[in-house]
């Protein structure tokens, strides 16, 4: 059955300051990886996904995360912390391409401090 | 593109009553739409998957006959909570997919149910 783990249900970091928050995954296949954003009282929006291809993904607002397979890993990475990207972020795998469900992670609280 | 609308944003109703939530894919068609229910300070929880025209799927432990859902239409699904008590307090959100290989889900952004 696959899994993930976000360790660290809170991360806090320093204006300007690098982002890392964790992502472990379990998945007897190739997965498509993803990690979504929610702001308070909002819904989910989706910063990057890796589904094939180039293993170093790109997202929005200066996020990127890099699949490591080897290591069954997922980071989520910003160079320089700013006070907007303080949120609750979700590490999310889909295995199985006959239906759609995500599996999630239990979500990483970003606290940026001034 | 991609956009995923729920209506309402907020509702508060006396326990007993029952209040409906829709979920509408504005740009694109979902062929499946999931229904999910957040607690506070917690990760999402998977109630159910809908496919437009069939019976929806309910995870275990979600009671199919309190959490009512209705995949009408390729850009519309409704959670309908029969019988609100306090305890189905809670913010649900909707996601849609279009049925692309990647298995993306795009987000509602969620209603905040409050029964009193």
């Known amino acids: 059955a696959q899994s993930v783990t976000q360790l660290g249900s809170h991360v806090s970091v320093s204006e300007g300051a690098l982002v890392l928050l964790r992502c472990n995954y379990s998945?007897?296949?190739?997965?498509?990886l993803f990690w979504y954003v929610q702001y308070p009282n909002q819904g989910l929006q989706l910063l990057l996904k890796y589904t094939t291809g180039a293993t170093l993904v790109k997202g929005i607002n200066g996020f990127e995360a890099e699949f490591k397979k080897s290591e069954t890993s997922f980071h989520l990475t910003k160079p320089s912390a700013h006070m907007s990207d303080a949120a609750e972020y979700f590490c999310?795998?889909?295995?199985?391409?006959?239906?759609?469900?995500?599996?999630w992670g239990a979500g990483t609280k970003l606290i940026i401090k001034p | 593109g991609a956009v995923v609308s729920q209506h309402p944003s907020w509702v508060i109703c006396k326990s007993g009553t029952s209040v409906k939530i829709e979920c509408r894919s504005l740009d694109f068609q979902a062929t499946t739409m999931f229904w999910y229910r957040q607690f506070p300070k917690q990760s999402l929880m998977l109630m159910a998957t809908?496919?437009?025209?069939?019976?929806?799927?309910?995870e275990q432990g979600v009671e199919k006959d309190k959490f009512l859902i209705n995949h009408a239409s390729l850009t519309l699904s409704t959670l309908t909570v029969t019988s609100a008590h306090p305890e189905d307090s809670s913010f649900y959100i909707c996601?849609?997919?279009?049925?692309?290989?990647?298995?993306?889900?795009?987000f509602g952004p969620g209603t905040r149910l409050t029964v009193l």
């Open positions: 999310a795998v889909s295995a199985d391409p006959s239906n759609y469900q995500l599996i």
């Open positions: 996601s849609a997919s279009s049925g692309g290989s990647y298995n993306e889900q795009f």
């Open positions: 809908s496919n437009e025209g069939s019976k929806a799927t309910y």
């Open positions: 998945s007897s296949v190739p997965p498509y």
